[in-house]
């Protein structure tokens, strides 16, 4: 059974950075590409960043280049997104994603960027 547990979300000002993880059981973690989505209220959820299997692909939402980065520790089955210079846009709950023929989702970490 796929799972996958998002954290590291909170609460942070303008301009402060915060590390999400996500730590993944249930399949071979170093064969599938990962990605990090974010839904904010009233929005459909957005694509943030991919890294493939290996993490020699990645790909960036054009809203977070420059300010986000996503790697992966396979040993670890985990797969982290640093956020940095956040603003109140990045206000939004975070999901870890992989892809097997079926969309798989954790639960969820909300982050808010505030004063």
């Known amino acids: 059974q796929v799972q996958l547990v998002e954290s590291g979300g909170g609460l942070v000002q303008p301009g402060g950075s915060l590390r999400l993880s996500c730590a993944a059981s249930?399949?071979?973690?170093?064969?599938?590409?990962l990605n990090w989505y974010r839904q904010a209220p009233g929005k459909e959820r957005e694509l943030v960043a991919t890294?493939?299997?290996?993490?020699?692909?990645?790909n960036y939402a054009d809203s977070v280049k420059g300010r986000f980065t996503i790697y992966r520790d396979n040993a670890k089955s985990t797969v982290y997104l640093q956020m940095n210079s956040l603003n109140t846009a990045d206000t939004a709950v975070y999901y870890c994603?992989?892809?097997?023929?079926?969309?798989?989702w954790g639960q969820g970490t909300q982050v808010t960027v505030s004063l």
């Open positions: 890294i493939t299997n290996l993490g020699v692909g990645i």
């Open positions: 249930g399949f071979t973690f170093s064969m599938y590409a």
């Open positions: 994603n992989v892809r097997m023929g079926w969309n798989n």
